[in-house]
């Protein structure tokens, strides 16, 4: 069982809010203009400067956590979210240049 304030809970949560940002996005800009999701995401590994843009944005999924469990007090779990944020973004910086 995994406790309320934790580090564990905090790097779970970390690597799931981008993925919900990136979904957000995805239906924000393009699945109004009948892309589907598969193809947008062929997108993101052709353009480079796209996946940039994308992995910006469903960041700031991370910063709202973070910000949440610092002004709740649970700093074990905000330690978490930050790590997390530290593995995909760096994950991305690597991708980007390969």
Known sequence: MIKKDSPQLGI???FLAPLLGLIVYYFAVFYSK???????????????????????????????????????????????????????GIAVVIIKFV
């Open 12 to 14: 779970i949560l970390g």
């Open 34 to 88: 009948g892309v589907g999701f598969g193809e947008f995401l062929s997108y993101l590994k052709e353009y480079r400067t796209l996946l940039t843009g994308v992995s910006s944005i469903s960041l700031v999924a991370n910063a709202l956590l973070f910000t949440v469990f610092i002004n709740t007090r649970k700093d074990q779990t905000a330690k978490g979210v930050f790590v997390a944020t530290l593995i995909y």
